[in-house]
């Protein structure tokens, strides 16, 4: 399986602020995915990172607010925009080599906005 | 709309006493259905891939199944290291998306 690294691991922000996390994978990869994780909920798909085309976004999640950048096989940018505390959550990259293939996860980004 | 709902919420057992985990789908075309382990303050860690109703793996301790309509994760003389929040989702064919649906999960506790 993949390797998979997120920059920062965790961070407290302020209000109105953004963030930028970053995904890093150790091989080419077809597919990545960010998915927001709030406390004590399940994991929800945010968007497909789509590489040279713009993501795809699940409903109720706009690029305005969660822009997303895949510039090559391996790396993906997931910016929290204008945050607020209902953005505090736990921010997840994930990846798969094709169609119905397993995703495998990163660490997470633990995000606390004040 | 795809709906993945698991149960029990939560699970406390013996160390040594078997259970299972349920995962139930209401989904338009299923093409995949994933567990995955959850401990506090990691990412999700892989276990299976399911594809077809009848279709079984098994991994040391765990064996999960899937039918038409849902999954069990069956845990057999679980350990205390075996605690951690079992997730199940699904991946499926309407859309075109190939993201996952996650259902809440199941935390388990084994107690020593």
């Known amino acids: 399986s993949a390797v998979i690294s997120q920059k920062p691991s965790r961070d407290i922000c302020q209000r109105g602020t953004s963030l930028t996390i970053q995904c890093q994978v150790d091989?080419?990869?077809?597919?990545m995915f960010w998915y927001r994780q709030q406390p004590g909920q399940s994991l929800t798909l945010i968007a497909t990172?789509?590489?040279?085309?713009?993501?795809?976004?699940e409903s109720g999640f706009v690029i305005d607010k969660f822009p997303i950048s895949r510039p090559n096989l391996t790396f993906s940018t997931l910016t929290v925009s204008n945050m607020s505390p209902e953005d505090s959550s736990i921010y997840l990259c994930?990846?798969?080599?094709?169609?119905?293939?397993?995703?495998?996860f990163g660490p997470g980004t633990r995000l606390t906005v004040l | 709309e795809d709906q993945v709902t698991q149960s029990p919420e939560a699970l406390r057992l013996q160390e040594g006493e078997s259970s299972s985990l349920n995962c139930s789908y209401t989904?338009?075309?299923?093409?995949?259905l994933f567990w995955y382990r959850q401990d506090p303050g990691k990412g999700p860690e892989f276990l299976f891939t399911?594809?077809?109703a009848g279709e079984e793996k098994e991994k040391e301790r765990l064996k999960a199944t899937l039918t038409k309509k849902e999954s069990f994760l069956h845990i057999t003389a679980p350990k205390p290291e075996d605690s951690a929040t079992y997730l199940c989702?699904?991946?499926?064919?309407?859309?075109?998306?190939?993201?996952?649906?996650f259902g809440k999960g199941t935390h388990l506790i084994i107690q020593p």
């Open positions: 994930s990846v798969g080599t094709s169609f119905a293939d397993t995703q495998y």
């Open positions: 091989s080419q990869v077809t597919m």
């Open positions: 990172a789509n590489q040279g085309s713009e993501a795809t976004y």
């Open positions: 989904v338009s075309g299923l093409r995949g």
């Open positions: 399911l594809y077809s």
């Open positions: 989702a699904v991946q499926t064919s309407g859309g075109g998306a190939d993201g996952l649906t």
